[in-house]
């Protein structure tokens, strides 16, 4: 088994326990987050200015503040193939944008699929850099997201600000 490594780096939703190999960033996990490993398979905790943390620390600290740039890190994700797919077909929906699970199904080749695509995207392991909370309902609204619905809401009203300015969690959000 691979050796994983993790930091933690404060954000407005929160604490972030983020993990890699030394490959990549393999994960990022929010407090109470559904589908969070247990703490003992994150590995030895070191300091965010360990190579791939102090640069994810950095590119999260950018996206809080409004900056639309994106994120440019290692990423070395396990999952089936098809989970994998719907990951690399999230990282193509634009900052500030959305999308339906359907469209996301027909996007990788998989139409029909809208709901299988819906339990891969539960379980990025990356969220927040893989931008699951892209992702909505047919109707538009916003439907589950692993670390909670206030963070989903949270975090497209973060991306739909015309101006970047620092965020500021809603009340109760900090956890």
């Excluded at 589908?35 to 994810?56: L, N």
Aim: with cysteine; aromatic share 8%.
């Amino acid at each position: 088994m691979t050796p994983h490594t993790h930091a933690v780096t404060d954000s407005p939703v929160g604490p972030l326990t983020l993990v890699a190999t030394p490959t990549g960033l393999c994960g990022l996990y929010m407090e109470g987050q559904r589908h969070r490993p247990p703490q003992e398979a994150f590995g030895d905790r070191v300091p965010t200015t360990a190579a791939v943390f102090a640069a994810a620390a950095e590119q999260l600290t950018a996206y809080f503040a409004g900056d639309p740039a994106g994120f440019d890190l290692p990423l070395d994700l396990h999952g089936t193939p098809f989970q994998r797919r719907v990951w690399t077909g999230l990282r193509t929906i634009p900052y500030g944008e959305t999308t339906t699970y359907g469209e996301l199904a027909e996007e990788i080749g998989s139409p029909g699929a809208s709901r299988a695509v819906g339990l891969a995207n539960g379980r990025n392991p990356v969220g927040v850099i893989v931008p699951c909370h892209r992702v909505v309902g047919s109707t538009g609204s916003l439907t589950g997201y692993g670390g909670g619905l206030e963070r989903k809401r949270f975090l497209l009203a973060l991306e739909g600000r015309s101006r970047p300015t620092p965020a500021s969690p809603p009340p109760g959000l900090l956890f």
